[in-house]
């Protein structure tokens, strides 16, 4: 029943993949991207709000609306700075929509409403932390995506994400002629990044903290006046991330305070909390996996990046299982955004709509199974 479905949206849906790979927008600015899928949407007899929850590239659109019971299918497809759909966005938005659409063919034999949330910028400001603090997730039972990746596994640990610019502001002068005349932005920033090298050696194991200078002086005789810089500060839990971040800038202080500069820090993005682990519902995915012949491999006690997700799970259970597209390229690489119209790619889509389906579809078959993941949500909350 569902490959004869999946097979109907297939044609659709790939071709929407390849058009979003071939024409990436960052976060935020997937204007086009956006449009295409809301266009694909409607086509299929859906109803889209759109702008959706004071985003403009956000969208909804809802299966068995009025039902009491309630899912969430998460669509992602903002690109990556100066690397396109190196994350895999395109095809990981594009395995929400394909299971949207055969859900609705089905949707006389689950008794959940199921609403497909459009949810741009994860790679920067976090639209779903955005929803989430704004009531979006409140009244789900769970929501779900697939991201893609070069291994198929589960359950990764996602860590919690501050983000923030650093800016330090002196006085230009002559830097032979007067230079005690400047005050130096550039020696702030060296001593801030000095001070949190010197701060790692402090913190636990799981944390992360890491910057980039965006702005370093315009000319080396010229005492820079202007510095600016870009930190994430991560750690497993957001309860370890509050106390890490005010040490950062307290680094920061401190570099000004040496240098008689200004500081100015200011919040890029929402700020992204962790993934919990649901033990049941991470089974049922293993099994589904294992239905779609999909080998899959034991990362649980292995942290990688950070995504809002993790947002949306401090509201009801959340899963964010990945897929592999066959390839060993890692995420975040040329290699990997060229690797997103391959068949391989294809066939990995259409994988990973049949498993987010099946998911579905057994919860709201099995209530009692949903019931045991929400307890062991509320548990991982409680701690």
């Known amino acids: 029943m569902y490959k004869s479905l999946i097979d109907k949206y297939a044609n659709q849906i790939l071709e929407l993949n390849d058009y979003l790979a071939d024409n990436p927008e960052i976060g935020s600015e997937e204007y086009k991207t956006s449009k295409r899928i809301v266009e694909l949407l409607t ?8 702008p959706f929850a004071g985003l403009a590239t956000a969208f909804k659109t809802s299966i068995n609306k009025g039902k009491s019971r309630k899912a969430a299918i ?94 330090f502001s002196g006085h230009p002068a002559h830097a032979a002629a007067t230079p005690w005349e400047g005050r130096n932005a550039l020696n702030a920033m060296r001593l801030f990044f000095d001070a949190v090298d010197m701060m790692r050696q402090h913190v636990r194991d799981d944390a992360r903290i890491h910057g980039i200078i965006k702005d370093g002086g315009k000319a080396s005789n010229i005492v820079p006046d202007y510095t600016l810089a870009e930190f994430c500060v991560r750690s497993k839990s957001r309860d370890y991330l509050n106390e890490i971040t005010p040490w950062v800038m307290d680094c920061a202080r401190a570099a000004a305070l040496a240098t008689r500069t200004e500081l100015k820090i200011t919040q890029v993005g929402e700020k992204y909390d962790e993934l919990s682990r649901k033990i049941t519902g991470d089974e049922i995915l293993e099994e589904l996996f294992k239905e779609q012949g999909i080998e899959t491999v034991d990362l649980s006690n292995i942290t990688g990046g950070s995504s809002d997700i993790g947002n949306v799970d401090y509201i009801c259970p959340a899963f964010h299982p990945y897929i592999s597209i066959g390839e060993d390229c890692g995420t975040h690489t040329v290699e990997f955004a060229n690797a997103m119209k391959s068949d391989k790619t294809h066939e990995a889509i259409l994988n990973g709509s049949e498993i987010v389906i099946k998911f579905v579809k057994k919860l709201y078959d099995m209530p009692e199974l949903l019931e045991k993941i929400k307890e062991e949500h509320r548990e991982n909350r409680r701690k």
């Open 74 to 167: 998460l669509v992602e497809y903002d690109a990556l700075r100066g690397l396109g759909h190196a994350c895999g966005h395109c095809a990981s938005g594009s395995i929400s929509l394909l299971a949207a659409l055969v859900l609705n063919e089905m949707k006389d034999s689950i008794d959940a409403q199921i609403d497909i949330i459009g949810t741009p910028d994860e790679e920067m400001r976090g639209a779903k932390a955005f929803m989430a603090n704004h009531g979006v997730f409140n009244d789900y039972d769970f929501a779900i995506m697939m991201h893609m990746n070069n291994k198929s596994y589960v359950y990764s640990g996602t860590l919690a994400l501050d983000c923030y610019d650093f800016e």
């Open 43 to 50: 086509r299929n007899g859906f109803e889209v709000e759109y």
